[in-house]
């Protein structure tokens, strides 16, 4: 019966005799390079949230923010009604309204398609150029990474973008009711990072024996935000510092040369 004891000294010497006889052996370990830096790049958008005023039976208005009502008199006629000024708070996020399509980088001027920048969040609102004109903005201010809290008042005396009537539904005498709509412009500013690897070559190969001059087969990535990344290769190795060149495709195992 071969001991326990036996078998380690087994073992020590075939490490023995391949350290001996084959000194050119090369361990391969999985190596790679995750340096990178980090742009951060800002992206504008123009949404155009808005007030919708509806009028109730009794021929006021009404309408509804963060789930609560809110209600103001009807200052025009019954042809012609028109909500009195108003004030009403809201939350809203950003993200259900159209989204930067580029980010620039503010020191190169370098601009990037949105699918390449990561971590958008918010990071300033204004209102629009429209303020005073189709509604008054009272307060704002960026609530979180994707939500923006606003104040504005809208009503008579402002601007109406959108007037119609309700699709079968009427006062209860029968006559139309209507509904009034007053867009409240933003300017909206939201931030990301880009990230920039280092153009190095990455190898990744399952740890193994290799002599020098045996061809491995490894996966280089080339990390580039603007580069796709590349098909696996066949490196040789060249020494016992696991110094590497890259086989040329066309040519075959039998044509390598140590």
């Keep these: 019966m071969v001991t326990i004891a036996k078998r380690l000294n087994i073992s020590l010497v075939f490490i023995f005799l391949l350290s001996v006889f084959l000194p050119n052996l090369a361990y391969i370990e999985e190596a790679s390079a995750s340096s990178y830096k980090e742009i951060t790049v800002y992206g504008y958008a123009d949404p155009k949230p808005g007030v919708h005023w509806g009028q109730k039976d009794n021929g006021d208005f009404f309408t509804v923010a963060q789930g609560r009502e809110y209600h103001t008199k009807n200052v025009g006629t ?55 004109k189709w509604y008054k903005g009272l307060n704002i201010r960026v609530d979180g990474s994707y939500h923006v809290a606003i104040y504005t008042e809208t009503g008579e005396g402002y601007e109406e973008q959108k007037r119609y009537k309700y699709d079968g539904i009427t006062m209860p005498d029968g006559s139309p009711k209507w509904a009034v709509e007053y867009h409240t412009p933003l300017k909206v500013t939201w931030v990301g990072k880009i990230r920039i690897y280092d153009e ?41 510092k696991l110094d590497y060149v890259l086989v040329n495709p066309d040519e075959s195992d039998a044509n390598l040369t140590d």
């Excluded at 980088?105 to 204004?126: C, F, H, M, Q, R």
């Excluded at 590349?230 to 190795?237: A, L, N, V």
């Design 78 to 132: 019954k042809a012609n009604p028109i909500p009195a000024k108003a004030s009403v708070p809201d939350r809203i996020d950003m993200r259900n309204y159209a989204m930067p399509r580029l980010y620039r980088d503010p020191l190169t001027d370098k601009e990037y398609p949105a699918s390449e920048v990561e971590d958008i969040v918010l990071e300033g609102v204004n209102f629009g150029t429209e303020n005073g």
């Design 200 to 240: 190095d070559l990455v190898l990744k190969a399952d740890k193994t024996i290799a002599c020098v001059g045996d061809t491995i087969i490894v996966t280089p990535t080339l990390y580039k935000s603007d580069a796709p990344k590349i098909s696996e290769e066949k490196y040789q190795i060249l020494n016992d």
